[in-house]
């Protein structure tokens, strides 16, 4: 490459840098271990990580009131069911669920200008079991109209199965150049089933391209700059 060529290459290469920002693997606690204070509960299990060069900050991963005894042995598991402060109120569809805080939810804080694309988990459920998650955001809106999207979960955990799911954050307009916190909200129901579902989540993974900070491009132009000027030194 001509030395002309190196310093803008340079500056594209490190104006946008596509990453995992956040990671949740659940792992660190043994299967069965009940969480039983109260909800909404912020879990110390479970890592984030940004990835290298990249700084990002995330919260715990935390439950609202419909989603029992969540427990993981290196996944997190969450009981569906009918509401233990208000009885006979079941999770059947998404109403329900917004209305009775059935969710799992994360806040991702950027350091730097981010655009979200995906959010992509490995998910199953109990025998015979059907949960539809519904995504949501603190960006987006939290009523039963402001989905961002739902992926209905049939892989049964007794089977060894996994199923992959990938939440699209690429045309939604809130998540693009934003430098604002954001909490998740993943709503689950239980597709009409009135007895328990449980679901059972691993590897939670938030992608997005970061911006670096002008001052981080402006020392990347001066070091470009000082080995442009000393190549041209060294020319016969």
Same mark, same amino acid.
């Given at each position: ?81 009918? !509401? ?92 693009? !150049? ?10 689950? !129901? ?47």
């Amino acid at each position: 490459m001509k030395s002309h060529y190196i310093l803008p290459a340079l500056l594209l290469t490190a104006s946008a840098q596509a990453a995992s920002l956040v990671h949740y693997d659940f792992e660190g606690f043994a299967a069965g271990t009940a969480v039983t204070s109260a909800y909404p509960t912020a879990f110390t299990r479970g890592s984030y990580v940004g990835s290298v060069d990249i700084q990002t900050s995330a919260s715990y991963i935390t439950v609202g009131d419909g989603v029992t005894n969540p427990w993981d042995g290196n996944l997190l598991r969450g009981s569906i069911r009918r !509401n233990p402060v208000a009885p006979g109120i079941y999770i059947v569809d998404d109403a329900a669920a917004v209305q009775r805080d059935a969710y799992f939810s994360f806040t991702y804080t950027p350091t730097e200008e981010t655009s979200l694309t995906t959010i992509n988990l490995q998910a199953a459920v109990g025998a015979g079991d059907t949960v539809n998650i519904v995504l949501r955001s603190s960006l987006t809106g939290l009523t039963v109209n402001d989905a961002i999207d739902d992926i209905l979960i049939t892989a049964q955990i007794n089977l060894g199965e996994r199923q992959q799911l990938s939440f699209d954050l690429s045309g939604v307009a809130e998540f693009q !150049n934003m430098t604002d916190p954001v909490t998740f909200y993943f709503y689950t !129901n239980t597709q009409g089933d009135t007895g328990n579902s449980l679901f059972y989540l691993d590897d939670l993974t938030l992608e997005g391209t970061t911006v670096p900070e002008p001052s981080s491009l402006g020392l990347l132009a001066i070091a470009g700059t000082a080995f442009l000027t000393r190549r041209r030194v060294r020319r016969p």
